[in-house]
């Protein structure tokens, strides 16, 4: 039987959302083993004179926990 875990964790990118989530996944591989999925919770931009300057999402990533 395996159990696993979700970590909560906050990316940024000030490309994309898109590349929030890819730098978020990549990140999170580096400190979490068995990485199986992940999914957006939440989004956001900020905003500087009526211009997107960073995308930010929230990722709740699932991962399997050793025996």
Do not use: H
């Amino acid at each position: 039987m395996a159990i696993a875990k979700v970590s909560e964790i906050i990316c940024s990118s000030d490309k994309s959302f898109d590349a929030a989530i890819k730098d978020g996944i990549q990140r999170a591989n580096k400190t979490l083993e068995n990485v199986k999925g992940a999914w957006v919770k939440d989004q956001k931009v900020l905003v500087e004179k009526g211009k997107i300057t960073e995308y930010r999402v929230i990722l709740r990533v699932t991962f399997v926990l050793n025996d």
